[in-house]
C-alpha cells in the first residue's frame, strides 16, 4: 500500500465565530483516521476547484448554499455531507419545517449523508423529505462538545475581557434582518432559488416580523440605559448583520456599548448573564451554568424554540431587575424537551460520532497534488487581491464580516494544540486562508 495516500476532507468556514473552533475539534479526532484535511474559507475551496488542485473527496458543510455551488462541488468529485448549524434549536418548529422546504430540492439532488443534532430534526427531515431517510444520520452538536470543553476558556483574552469590563451582562442579537433593504435582498435570493412563492411569503414575513422586533429592541435598550440601576450591558452582534448599521447605532449609547471583538465564548463567560432573543447563545449559557433572559418585546414576536423554554422570560423592567438580582435558575436539564433537540451519547462525542462515520464513507485513497510554479504564482497574485481587498475596500463597506480576521496558522495551531494533547499534526499554510493539516 502506498503510505503517501491519504483520505481528503476539505472543511469550508463560513462564519468564524460559529464554525472555526467546532471544526477544529472535528479534526482532532480526523488526524486519528489518517485523514488529509483542508480547512479553508469558501472562497479559498472555489480557487483550489478552479486551478484544479483539489482531490476527490468529502466535503463537510455547515450551512445549505446554492443550486450552482452544490453543482460545482459534484462536478468535482467531491461527496456532499452536511450538517447544517441554521437549524438550530434556537429556530421554532415552524421557521424549522419552513427552512427544509426551502432547501429541499437541493437536499434531495445533491447531498449525500446528513448529520442532525438530535431526534427531533431526524424525524422533521424523514417527514418533510422522506426519501432521504437512509441518509440521515443522528451525531449530536460537535458546538455542544465546544462549549463543555473548558479548555477553550483558558485564554488571556478571558482575563482581559473581565479586567475591562468587571460586571457586565451580554446581550446576543441574532436579528439577521435590520432594515428593509435586507428583506429585498432575501427576496431577490429566494426567486433566483426558484423558491416557491407560498415558501417565500412566509419567510418574507419572519423576515419582516424580525426587522420590527430589532427596531423595538434597540427602543427598549435606549431606554434600560437611561435607568442608573441597569448595569452595564454589552452588546454582541451577529457575524452576519450589517456592522456599518450597527457602529451607527452604538453611537446612541453612553453607558452600554457595541463590541464585536473576540468570540462570542470569551464574552458570556466572562459575563454575569446572558440577555437575548432566542439565539444559540442561550443553549451555550446552559450548558455552562450560566443564567439566562429571554427578552420580550411584545408577545407577538415570542420564538417558542428551545431557547425560549429554558430561559428566563423578561417582559418589563422590573422583571430584568429582578433577574440581575437572582441567582441562577436555569436547568436546562430538566426540560423536558432538551434531549429531543441536542443528542448527547454517554460513551462518544458528537465530533467522535461524525469522524467515525466520516471514515465510513467509501472514498479512494489520494496522492498530493503537485503544485506547479505558474499556479504558485497565481495563487500568491489572488492572496495579494484578497488582501487588498480585505484591508482597503472591505473595511470601508464593514458591513458583514462572516470571517472576521481570516484564518492563520498560528490560531490553528493553538487550538488544535489544546485538542491534541500530543501535537502530531502538521500544520502548511497553501495560501491565504488556506491549510492543508495531517498527522
Known amino acids: 500500500m502506498n503510505q503517501s495516500k491519504k483520505k481528503y476532507i476539505y472543511l469550508p468556514i463560513e462564519i468564524k465565530s460559529r464554525e472555526f473552533l467546532t471544526s477544529l475539534l472535528m479534526v482532532s479526532h480526523l488526524l486519528k483516521k489518517k485523514f488529509k484535511i483542508i480547512i479553508c474559507s469558501k472562497l479559498a475551496l472555489s480557487y483550489l476547484i478552479r486551478l484544479k488542485l483539489i482531490q476527490k473527496g468529502i466535503i463537510f458543510l455547515n450551512s445549505a448554499t446554492d443550486d450552482e455551488t452544490y453543482k460545482f462541488y459534484k462536478e468535482n468529485n467531491l461527496k456532499i455531507v452536511m450538517l447544517d448549524y441554521e437549524l438550530s434549536p434556537a429556530l421554532s418548529d415552524y421557521q424549522i419545517k419552513n427552512a427544509i422546504k426551502i432547501r ?25 423529505i422522506p426519501s432521504i431517510k437512509n441518509k440521515i444520520i443522528l451525531s449530536g452538536w460537535p458546538r455542544a462538545d465546544l462549549w463543555k470543553n473548558n479548555l477553550i476558556y483558558k485564554n488571556k483574552i478571558l482575563s482581559e475581557i473581565k479586567k475591562k469590563n468587571k460586571h457586565f451582562y451580554l446581550f446576543s442579537s441574532d436579528f439577521g434582518i435590520m432594515n428593509m433593504s435586507d428583506v429585498y435582498k432575501l427576496n431577490k435570493d429566494f426567486l433566483d432559488k426558484k423558491v416557491e412563492k407560498k415558501t417565500i411569503k412566509k419567510q418574507l414575513n419572519i423576515s419582516i416580523k424580525s426587522r420590527n422586533e430589532f ?20 452588546i454582541r452582534p451577529h457575524p452576519v448583520e450589517n456592522h456599518f448599521y450597527w457602529k451607527k447605532i452604538s453611537k446612541l449609547f453612553k453607558r452600554f456599548e457595541v463590541n464585536f471583538s473576540h468570540d462570542i465564548s470569551y464574552w458570556l463567560k466572562a459575563s454575569d448573564g446572558l440577555l437575548h432573543r432566542g439565539c444559540t447563545t442561550a443553549l451555550q449559557a446552559g450548558f455552562i451554568n450560566k443564567k439566562s433572559a429571554y427578552i420580550i418585546t411584545k408577545k407577538k414576536y415570542i420564538r417558542h424554540s428551545l431557547t425560549y423554554s429554558i430561559s428566563n422570560k423578561i417582559n418589563s423592567v422590573q422583571n430584568l431587575k429582578n433577574f440581575f438580582s437572582k441567582k ?25 460520532i461524525i469522524a467515525d462515520s466520516l471514515n465510513k464513507i467509501e472514498i479512494e485513497k489520494q ?9 504558485k504564482i497565481l495563487l500568491i497574485l489572488l492572496e495579494i487581491r484578497d488582501y487588498i481587498r480585505n484591508k482597503y475596500f472591505q473595511k470601508k463597506i464593514n458591513n458583514k464580516k462572516k470571517l472576521e480576521d481570516g484564518l492563520s496558522e498560528s490560531e490553528i495551531l493553538k487550538y488544535l494544540s489544546k485538542f491534541n494533547s500530543k501535537k502530531n499534526f502538521q500544520i502548511k499554510k497553501l495560501f491565504l486562508n488556506c491549510f492543508e493539516i495531517e498527522n
Open 328 to 352: 441562577n435558575t436555569n436547568k436546562r436539564k430538566n426540560t423536558n424537551n432538551f434531549e429531543k433537540f441536542i443528542y448527547e451519547n454517554n460513551k462518544k462525542s458528537s465530533s467522535e
Open 215 to 234: 427596531k423595538e429592541m434597540i427602543r427598549f435598550l435606549i431606554n434600560l440605559e437611561k435607568d442608573k440601576k441597569i448595569p452595564k450591558i454589552i
Open 104 to 128: 429541499k430540492k437541493n437536499y434531495l439532488k445533491y447531498v449525500d449523508y446528513f448529520f442532525v443534532i438530535g431526534d427531533q430534526y431526524k424525524k422533521t427531515l424523514i417527514k418533510l
Open 367 to 375: 496522492e498530493k497534488i503537485p503544485i506547479s510554479i505558474r499556479k
